[in-house]
């Protein structure tokens, strides 16, 4: 029991590293330079949609919230205009500030299969993206996800959607531990008391032991007198 009680204490803490470790790891991807430069630091996606998001958004993710100047750009918040294309408005699975309503109010997201086909029904400002990142705008022009690789925009929503999910799952992971590591400990002192009374046990039974070893001297002893 000892030695199962300390085998799962010890894979609790192996798992509580691990996710320790991962967790060091987004903060240093997340924090470095430049990483809190543009609208994207203030984005977040549902899990699954970050690529959607990513593609819908380009480039212009880098952009900042800013006021018009002539050597700067940014996002402007310019209130509702236009209306989303058939398909899940990309909307429904985005917090994001005003100034991208948008741009969210007129994309929509469909399945991959089927974005070729819709984008003829596109009208003025709409625009399509697939959870696997790809583009399709009312103009005419698409951006397959497969030609333009890994987007840093989507895999740093992804990694702040995992930072999340990392909080809950170190939390369960610490608490296995410090459950686990209780159980040792009421294992070991039941060990210990146990142990002490097997002590006290034997020092009883060699006293017991003396005295009836006494007795039967001083029996003798009045036997040889007799």
Same mark, same amino acid.
Request: proline share 4%; with cysteine; net charge negative.
């Given at each position: 029991?000892? /030695?199962?009680?300390?085998?799962?204490?010890?894979?609790?803490?192996?798992?509580?590293?691990?996710?320790?470790?991962?967790?060091?790891?987004?903060?240093?991807?997340?924090?470095? &330079?430049?990483?809190?430069?543009?609208?994207?630091? @203030?984005?977040?996606?549902?899990? $699954?949609?970050?690529?959607?998001?990513?593609?819908?958004?380009?480039?212009?993710?880098?952009? &900042?919230?800013?006021?018009?100047?002539?050597?700067?750009? $940014? =996002?402007?918040?310019?209130?509702?205009?236009?209306?989303?294309?058939? $398909?899940? &408005?990309?909307?429904?699975?985005? %917090?994001?500030?005003?100034?991208?309503?948008? !741009?969210?109010?007129?994309?929509? !997201?469909?399945?991959? #299969?089927?974005?070729?086909?819709?984008? #003829? @029904?596109?009208?003025?400002?709409?625009?399509? !993206?697939?959870?696997? $990142?790809?583009? =399709?705008? =009312?103009?005419?022009?698409?951006?397959?996800?497969?030609?333009?690789?890994?987007?840093? +925009?989507?895999?740093?929503?992804?990694?702040? /959607?995992?930072? #999340?999910?990392? %909080? +809950?799952?170190?939390?369960?992971?610490?608490?296995?531990?410090?459950?686990?590591?209780?159980?040792?400990?009421?294992?070991?002192?039941?060990? /210990?008391?146990?142990?002490?009374?097997?002590?006290?046990?034997?020092?009883?039974? @060699?006293?017991?032991?003396?005295?009836?070893?006494?007795?039967?001297? @001083?029996?003798?002893?009045? #036997?040889?007198?007799?």
């Amino acid at each position: 029991a000892a /030695n199962e009680a300390r085998a799962t204490l010890a894979a609790h803490q192996r798992e509580l590293s691990a996710l320790e470790d991962e967790a060091a790891r987004l903060e240093r991807a997340l924090s470095t &330079p430049g990483a809190d430069a543009g609208i994207m630091q @203030k984005l977040r996606a549902a899990p $699954g949609y970050e690529r959607a998001l990513a593609a819908a958004l380009g480039d212009a993710a880098l952009a &900042p919230l800013a006021s018009y100047a002539p050597d700067a750009r $940014g =996002w402007r918040a310019l209130g509702a205009l236009g209306v989303a294309p058939e $398909g899940e &408005p990309l909307a429904r699975y985005v %917090t994001a500030p005003a100034a991208l309503g948008r !741009v969210l109010a007129t994309t929509a !997201v469909i399945p991959r #299969e089927s974005g070729a086909a819709a984008q #003829e @029904k596109l009208g003025p400002g709409q625009r399509l !993206v697939s959870p696997e $990142g790809d583009l =399709w705008r =009312w103009d005419g022009y698409f951006r397959g996800s497969d030609a333009v690789g890994e987007d840093a +925009g989507a895999l740093r929503l992804q990694r702040l /959607n995992r930072r #999340e999910a990392l %909080t +809950g799952e170190t939390d369960r992971a610490s608490e296995a531990v410090a459950q686990a590591s209780r159980a040792c400990s009421e294992l070991d002192d039941r060990q /210990n008391a146990a142990r002490m009374a097997e002590t006290e046990a034997r020092h009883a039974l @060699k006293r017991a032991e003396d005295a009836l070893a006494a007795s039967a001297r @001083k029996l003798a002893d009045l #036997e040889a007198e007799q």
